[in-house]
């Protein structure tokens, strides 16, 4: 559902490659973890996936669409929730959750439905029509992930997803990526919490210096480090930390 070829993207006048002909394959059903240090090129390739750069070389496809040639249909596919998401404080959280409902073309009584059973997931029923100025961060982050679950996207894709979330909602927000890769869609998100991508990823890729060094599942990453420890100590290992 994911295809990365030859991703490249230069800043600083060419000068610095944020990312490297970076290529990727991520399937249909799949939980994919994308790790790397601080500045390595994660944010950078999310944002070309999604449209919000647009890469110096290489392809993005998502679901069949190429970002390049019908972004249109590509983004229709896809939902994308930020490391630091941008929302309207002045709107109220069902003011903003009907205003992606018009966005993605969510019919009403669907829409409604979906609306409930999201704000239950992450408990914001109580807190749905006051306005998101008045939200705390984790709340912030609930109702964006509410937002961006609303048109039941075929591809998700989160950048440090977890962070602002207590304990309950992110293990709500881990039962419900499950569940949607069962039902054959596909999860794409970065963390630095290396237990739970270890623990919850049915790959992991790792990205370095603008360049994916490793791909693969636990045991495939741990047979290319010839070790049987954690991912946190093959990950130290790969990006020589």
Do not use: W
Not at 110 to 126: G, K, N, Y
């Amino acid at each position: 559902m994911i295809t990365l070829e030859a991703l490249s993207k230069r800043y600083q006048k060419g000068a610095v490659k944020a990312v490297d002909e970076l290529s990727l394959n991520v399937k249909a059903g799949e939980i994919f973890g994308f790790l790397g240090p601080n500045g390595a090129g994660k944010t950078t390739t999310i944002k070309m996936m999604v449209g919000l750069l647009v890469p110096d070389e290489g392809t993005v496809t998502i679901n069949g669409s190429r970002m390049d040639q019908d972004p249109m249909a590509a983004k229709q596919s896809l939902s994308f929730v930020p490391d630091t998401p941008e929302i309207y404080d002045k709107l109220t959280g069902l003011e903003y959750l009907n205003f992606l409902g018009d966005v993605y073309r969510v019919p009403g009584p669907l829409r409604r439905s979906r609306i409930a059973t999201l704000l239950d997931l992450f408990e914001m029923r109580q807190a749905v029509g006051d306005l998101i100025q008045s939200y705390s961060r984790g709340m912030r982050q609930k109702i964006v992930l509410t937002g961006a679950l609303l048109h039941d996207p075929a591809v998700f894709i989160l950048d440090e997803p977890m962070v602002g979330l207590d304990p309950r909602s992110s293990s709500h927000l881990k039962d419900y990526m499950r569940d949607h890769c069962a039902r054959g869609n596909t999860v794409f998100f970065s963390t630095h919490v290396l237990d739970v991508a270890e623990r919850f990823c049915d790959r992991i890729g790792i990205i370095h210096r603008g360049q994916l060094i490793a791909t693969g599942t636990m045991a495939a990453l741990r047979e290319r480090a010839k070790q049987r420890e954690s991912l946190e100590s093959i990950f130290l290992e790969l990006t020589g930390s």
